[in-house]
């Protein structure tokens, strides 16, 4: 029983580290083409904004959310996602400060939610991102494991 | 060297040119933005009718067309959303449609005598929606039967009005009822 226990577990160890990886190469991905559209650069994102205020229903709180907060800012906006979504990757992909980098990607998905970019696809990044900040999985497999030994007053790598 | 240089630079202008050509050919076509195909969560009313017509409120009181309500992609298709952006990131394996829910509503002399629910397939290459047994041409918005003939013209309608008449017309409708 205590074996078979320790395989469930491993297995599901496991199975979160591939997720994680996956995660992070999908957020790599994402990130690259940002830099690649130019979204630090060019006017491109308040476009984007531009064009989703479009597709809103007048009245809904992302209209307000894009109106007052994303438009005026979209530069700054660009670059914390373009950087943000490379530092999460990398983070996720290597197991370096990974919960810090769940926590990045969070806070990214949550604020494309709210500023009408919801669909049911962000359900299961959601998930992934509270899993990856609740299990140490940096630990299990990363970077993380090897400078919280180096330097274990350190919360960030924990 | 210096040549092979000159030749990648070259071919690296000619393939963005290229490039810059396809994406200038996608955005003109019917429901694609300039940042990508029809999003998931967007919605869409078109007209399909005989002739090109100055479509308004008055048009749709009275004449004979096709309404055609494009609603947001089921819960899964957004789930597979995920793998469509992944894999569009390799070469060779971009996805090339897909399908969601439509609302028809058919209209003779301004009565609405039917009204269905569907699905219609988008696609990007070729570039059409098919819809039952009808196709809409995305490039020349020409409205195709299924013997592959010309019965008309479709075109897009803004959103939330469009989506108000079509409220308030199905209330009168149950008024009347």
Not at chain 1, 118 to 126: E, G, I, R, T
Not at chain 2, 129 to 156: A, V, Y
């Amino acid at each position: 029983m205590k074996a078979m226990n320790k395989l469930i577990h491993g297995t599901l160890k496991f199975v979160l580290i591939i997720l994680r990886i996956l995660f992070g190469l999908f957020w790599l991905l994402a990130g690259i083409n940002k830099v690649n559209d130019k979204w630090m650069t060019s006017p491109i994102l308040e476009n984007i904004f531009l064009q989703r205020l479009t597709e809103l229903p007048p009245d809904s709180f992302a209209v307000f959310y894009l109106t007052n907060f994303a438009i005026p800012f979209y530069q700054p906006i660009g670059w914390f996602i373009t950087i943000g979504e490379i530092y999460s990757a990398i983070g996720l992909l290597i197991g370096l400060t990974t919960r810090s980098s769940a926590l990045v990607s969070l806070f990214i998905l949550f604020n494309f939610a709210i500023g009408g970019y919801y669909d049911a696809s962000l359900l299961p990044f959601f998930i992934l991102v509270l899993l990856f900040i609740k299990y140490p999985t940096g630990q299990w497999f990363g970077l993380d494991a090897l400078l919280s030994k180096q330097f274990p007053n350190n919360r960030i790598f924990w | 060297m210096t040549k092979k240089y000159f030749v990648l630079i070259f071919f690296i202008f000619v393939l963005d040119a290229q490039a810059q050509e396809v994406k200038i050919q996608n955005s003109e076509l019917l429901l694609y933005s300039q940042f990508g195909e029809f999003c998931t969560m967007c919605e869409a009313t078109l007209v399909c009718s005989e002739g090109k017509n100055e479509i308004d409120e008055e048009y749709l009181e009275r004449e004979s067309y096709l309404l055609i309500h494009l609603e947001t992609r089921t819960f899964w298709s957004q789930i597979s959303t995920i793998w469509e952006f992944f894999i569009r990131n390799f070469e060779g394996y971009q996805i090339k449609g897909h399908t969601r829910p439509v609302k028809l509503y058919s209209s003779v002399n301004g009565e609405w005598f039917n009204i269905e629910i569907t699905t219609a397939e988008i696609s990007l290459d070729p570039n059409l929606i098919k819809i039952k047994q009808f196709l809409i041409d995305r490039e020349t918005q020409d409205w195709i039967n299924h013997e592959q003939l010309n019965i008309g013209f479709c075109k897009r309608l803004p959103l939330w009005e469009t989506l108000t008449y079509i409220d308030q017309r199905l209330q009168k409708n149950e008024g009347n009822e």
